[in-house]
């Protein structure tokens, strides 16, 4: 399938990253009625397999021939463990928190690019890392560093879950000169509920409370069909016109999207310090995506 023109390739980023913004607050939500946070993604990810599963092999979509690659399995390693350290990191922050953490991602793949594709970093794109540096500084301190509270504990998770999102945006666009969007967006799904197996069994082992109150199965099937299989299907194949930092700065859009949610819903806020740190980060994205304007086709010979 030939990729997508630039403007549709935006278009199904920005898809994307709509919904995914609904996942923020809908995870943090759904945590509530559950007995363990880790089981609970394993959940929503067999539901994201089965209904995944289902559709690419009716369409004939999908060979598992490509799970026979280890870079794939390597890939929903990845993913996978971004989830775990944002589900635990959401039991000691804020949804709106962790949206602005880990969508700081865009710094990270401007660098990870640089040296996987020889995108050169500019000065505004330096400007940028720096800028955001500065906001998550300003953001998980919220209004004083402390290393005793929860919270900035669970910050600094979220934050490092950002980091493993851009290796995985990096490793998805690279391997696209390969499998096609389904194909990657499909394995992806199902590679990482195979990992999450290993800590399920380890949390199964140790005793822990695998409860599921009966108003999590919505939250389940929402992330689990929605937030997963729709929206990884829309990002993947949004990669495919755009460059590895474009499309991790468009995802900015999840901030605005949870941050909506967060605070009509949830009844979140954001103290002054934290809210002069969302606009560096905010700053520092539009910064590090004003310096990557060459087309899909130029970042790294991937399309």
């Known amino acids: 399938m030939a990729a997508p023109t630039y403007s549709r390739a935006v278009l199904l980023t920005v898809g994307a990253s709509l919904i995914w913004g609904t996942s923020f607050p ?67 922050t804020t949804a709106s928190k962790t949206a602005l953490l880990v969508d700081i991602n865009v710094v990270a793949v401007a660098i990870i690019s640089y040296f996987v594709f020889s995108e050169r970093i500019g000065s505004k794109q330096a400007l940028g890392i720096t800028a955001g540096v500065a906001g998550v500084v300003l953001l998980t301190s919220d209004g004083g560093i402390s290393f005793q509270r929860s919270e900035f504990v669970g910050d600094l998770m979220v934050y490092a879950c950002g980091w493993l999102w851009a290796l995985f945006i990096v490793m998805n666009k690279k391997m696209l000169s390969r499998f096609s969007a ?42 689990g069909v929605v937030c997963t299989s729709v929206a990884i299907l829309l990002w993947a194949m949004g990669l495919e016109g755009v460059s590895a930092t474009s499309s991790a700065t468009i995802m900015l859009l999840e901030v605005i999207t949870a941050l909506v949610i967060s605070i009509t819903l949830l009844e979140e806020t954001l103290r002054t310090v934290a809210i002069v740190g969302a606009s560096f980060v905010l700053v520092a994205i539009y910064l590090v995506a004003s310096g990557d304007r060459r087309p899909a086709s130029m970042a790294g010979g991937h399309t």
């Open 26 to 92: 809908g995870v943090k939500w759904g945590l509530g009625y559950v007995g363990n946070d880790v089981v609970f993604l394993w959940l929503r990810f067999v539901v994201a397999t089965a209904v995944t599963l289902s559709i690419v092999l009716w369409l004939r979509r999908f060979s598992f021939s490509v799970l026979r690659q280890p870079v794939i399995w390597l890939i929903g390693g990845l993913n996978a463990a971004a989830f775990i350290t944002q589900y635990i990191g959401l039991n000691y």
């Open 182 to 223: 389904v194909e990657l967006s499909s394995s992806a799904i199902v590679t990482s509920t195979v990992w999450l197996i290993i800590p399920v069994a380890y949390l199964f082992h140790a005793g822990a409370d695998f409860t599921v109150e009966a108003p999590a199965w919505g939250a389940l099937f929402y992330l």
